[in-house]
């Protein structure tokens, strides 16, 4: 399960947490960076399971069997692991 954000978290990324609470929507953000059209949704994924409980379920112990690194790569590795290991099962 995610963090809170604490005073360390303010201090390593600069964000206080009221700015965060008061953040931009994902679409303003990447529009801010690149000025093309969004054609995407960002979405919780436990959206993809949906219609399988069980899936559900291994994806949620994949993921509380490997801790959450700081930073977005390696967790994104470890959340795409936990995705490949709920689908083969």
């Known amino acids: 399960m995610a963090k809170a954000w ?8 600069g964000i206080p947490l009221a700015a965060l609470k008061d953040g931009m929507p994902a679409c303003e ?6 000025p093309v059209p ?7 994924i436990s959206m993809l399971f949906t219609l399988d409980k069980r899936a559900a379920n291994r994806f949620a ?5 490997s801790e959450a690194p700081h930073r977005a790569g390696p967790d994104a590795d470890r959340i795409l692991r936990a995705l ?3 689908a083969s099962s």
């Open 29 to 34: 953000v990447r529009r801010a960076a690149a």
């Open 6 to 13: 604490s005073k360390a978290s303010e201090r390593v990324h």
């Open 84 to 86: 490949i290991s709920a």
């Open 38 to 44: 969004c054609k995407f949704r960002i979405a919780d």
């Open 61 to 65: 112990d994949a993921l509380a069997a």
